[in-house]
């Protein structure tokens, strides 16, 4: 209601100044009109009219906004508190006190608004009326001018002197699987989907005796005569240049360059919502396996697919069985929902095994469709536990535990706390941005238990026991130190005795601390692995301190960059090659001492002329270089070889044609000169020439040779 009601107002305060423009202007231009009218012909008036008008038009939409309404409401009356905008904005997306503004202004806006039309400008009215009044003295007194002389037409005049395009029609029938209509277009040139048939009628006065379309890279088409009118047609699939060309006695007209872009058909578009990750581990108790897809393609989708994979079994004895299911999805033809529930119970799973699901969707593009396919998303069945410490020696362990899941939950629980702010009190949420800091210091802690870091509350529990009593260590104590909650300790520490000399530095580790320079002891993982690792941990800390201090939004980006870093951890592999020893070819024991130099290769020869990449474009940019005219036909085989797909195929194509038409033109030449720099091959590095040496080094080197010669 607010709304309509400044709508309202601002239209009359737009109305008001409309009508004072339009008494001000249309005298005086009513004069000038007439004085136009005599001078300059009828032609030149209704230009400047239209000028005047559109200036008019831009100026008053530019000053009479809703928003230049709402600052004049704002200088003009002090209830809105200079804060009238609030009327246009979302009351969702507001704060809680800018909402409470909001409502006031709404309640004063009710109470009535002040009347901001601008007043009637008395004076200025009076001028306008007078400056047109000199306007028509002055008109009056200045005799009209005389007519223009009509032409005389000689036969000479009449005669053609170019051949013309007089009519130009291009027809447009795009590919069927498209589902688009033909169109027709008097433009030479246009944008067309990929595949679609061209048909060109035109017609030239005077006829020539033959014409053809010229295309960029030298393919022609020639055009067929009907009577007056020349056709052609083609499928395009790429972009073009392309230009007309005759042979007749007479030139051209129009020799322009026309465009030709080509709308690519894109491959469909997969969106998975669900499942929300691409490894996930079968829950207790999980029977099914959801999945909810989107896909969307700019023509149409076709057939769609699961493909489901089952890997059982485990090192080398691996069996996979593969199965394909059809999909049918809900929508239109261009925008498609997919739903599909995967029965795991019936796929006779084992502890150990892995489903692998990945899903396929084709457009209906003729004669090959395109396909498009997710990402792998697997359901592994946790194995049963084994033995971690049974066979482990000397092995490094490639990928950590399961509780890397617990990243990604800390960013969810983040978020909702962010959303939850405004129905939060301060202090609460605080406590609650703490909370979750704590559990981000857990996790941190127990990824630091990979790369042999302790715990921080550990040493002081750990060392505190021993102080307690006559000197004596209380061993309960102890005990009950080391296994309190959160000391989750693996190194099995025990109290160490009061050193025997003071500054044993053995004895001070002893009692303080101890080390973690063995390998099998501080962490069993690679070490691209551990390097990994240790930037999720950087990470972490960061998280960890925003969050500690009442700050969620700020601890977000470091949490999405420890997430990433412990999935590129998760799929850290290991490829295990076979040792195999040099073989070397037999030899010849016969050949021995022999003097036999037959099949030897001569080590001298063996290296041979480096050769261009592409010889085509080196020819034509050293022709370039030396100011020679190109091999347009190289030129034109390199353009077929690399085709129109580049993004600046046609602007090269442009810049050649330029040359290839005006040889003579220098900036042409330059033209095409830097745009073929960045597509030449980088030259190969080489060691630098001896520098020429000065004269005191030519002297050195005179008297070295002076002293080797022999006299």
């Known amino acids: 209601m607010s709304l309509a009601v400044l709508q309202r107002e601002q239209a009359r305060v737009r109305r008001r100044r409309a009508a004072i423009a339009l008494a001000l202007l249309l005298p005086p231009a009513l004069a000038l009109a007439w004085l136009a009218q005599r001078h300059l012909g009828a032609g030149v008036v209704v230009a400047i009219a239209a000028a005047v008008s559109y200036a008019w038009w831009l100026l008053q939409e530019r000053r009479c906004d809703l ?50 039309r601008p007043a009637w400008p008395r004076r200025a009215l009076a001028g306008s009326l007078a400056l047109a009044g000199v306007l028509l003295v002055l008109s009056l007194w200045s005799p009209p001018a005389a007519p223009p002389a009509p032409a005389v037409t000689t036969p000479a005049a009449a005669a053609a002197t170019a051949v013309r395009l007089t009519a130009a029609t291009v027809t447009v029938t795009p590919p069927r699987y498209t589902g688009l209509p033909a169109s027709r277009s008097e433009d030479l040139g246009l944008r067309v989907p990929a595949g679609a048939q061209l048909q060109w009628q035109l017609q030239l006065q005077p006829p020539p005796r033959a014409a053809r379309l010229r295309f960029h890279d030298g393919r022609s088409l020639e055009l067929v005569r009907d009577g007056d009118s020349w056709s052609a047609q083609a499928r395009q699939d790429e972009a073009a240049l392309y230009r007309l060309e005759i042979d007749a006695d007479l030139p051209l007209q129009d020799e322009r360059r026309y465009r030709l872009d080509v709308i690519a058909d894109t491959p469909p578009q997969i969106r998975v919502d669900a499942p929300d990750r691409t490894l996930s581990l079968r829950e207790p108790g999980q029977s099914g396996w959801d999945f909810d897809i989107q896909a969307s393609d700019d023509y149409g989708l076709g057939e769609a697919s699961l493909e ?28 498609q929902r997919y739903r599909h529930r995967i029965h795991l119970d019936a796929l006779a799973l084992e502890p150990g095994d892995e489903v692998i699901v990945r ?17 792998s998303y697997i359901l592994r069945l946790p194995p049963p536990q084994a033995d971690d410490g049974a066979g482990m020696e000397g092995l490094m362990r490639t990928a950590l535990p399961a509780f890397f899941r617990s990243q990604r939950q800390l960013i969810i629980d983040t978020e909702a706390l962010i959303a939850e702010r405004p129905k939060l009190s301060e202090d609460g949420f605080v406590a609650k941005s703490d909370a979750l800091g704590v559990e981000q210091k857990i996790l941190r802690l127990r990824y630091g238990q990979f790369l042999g870091e302790e715990f921080e509350s550990g040493r ?21 130190a080391a296994e309190a909650p959160g000391e989750d300790h693996d190194h099995d520490h025990a109290a160490a005795a009061a050193p025997q000399r003071f500054g044993d530095a053995g004895n001070v580790l002893a009692e303080f601390g101890h ?114 005219a190109p091999d347009w036909e190289r030129w034109d085989a390199w353009q077929r070889r690399r085709g129109a797909t580049a993004a600046d195929a046609l602007d090269l194509a442009a810049a050649a ?55």
């Open 515 to 628: 080390t973690h320079d063995h390998t099998e002891a501080a962490t069993l993982l690679d070490p691209q692995t551990k390097r990994i690792l240790k930037a999720a941990l950087e990470q972490m800390w960061q998280a960890e301190l925003q969050l500690r201090t009442g700050k969620p939004q700020q601890a977000l980006p470091y949490e999405n960059k420890a997430l990433e870093q412990i999935k590129l951890v998760q799929q850290a592999s290991r490829i295990y090659l076979a040792r195999v020893g040099l073989e070397l070819p037999p030899v010849d024991e016969t050949r021995r001492l022999s003097g036999e130099r037959k099949d030897l290769r001569d080590s001298a020869s063996a290296a041979v002329a480096a050769t261009p990449a592409d010889a085509d474009l080196d020819a034509v940019w050293q022709s370039l270089r030396t100011g020679v």
């Open 67 to 116: 928003r230049s309404y709402l600052r004049r409401l704002n200088s003009a009356d002090a209830r809105f508190d200079d804060s009238a905008e609030l009327l246009l904005a979302d009351a969702a997306t507001l704060t809680p006190l800018a909402q409470l503004q909001q409502q006031r202004l709404l309640a004063r806006v009710a109470d009535g608004l002040p009347d901001l």
């Open 308 to 335: 489901i994979v089952r890997a059982q079994g485990s090192g080398e004895n691996i069996q996979v069985k593969r199965d394909t299911v059809r999909l049918r999805g809900a929508g239109d033809a261009r925008e």
């Open 657 to 711: 044609d330029n040359l290839r038409r005006d040889p003579a033109c220098a900036a042409c030449r330059a033209e095409l000169r830097d745009r073929l720099w960045p597509l030449l091959p980088r030259a190969s590095a080489a060691s630098a020439g001896r520098a020429v040496p000065d004269a005191a080094g030519r002297a050195y080197l005179d008297a070295l040779r002076a002293t080797e010669t022999p006299p």
């Open 460 to 480: 002081g529990a750990a060392h505190a026991a021993p102080a307690a009593g006559d000197g004596h260590a209380d061993k309960d104590g102890a005990d009950k």
């Open 359 to 375: 899903f396929d969707v084709a457009d209906r593009r003729d004669p090959e469709a395109q396909h498009s396919r997710s990402a």
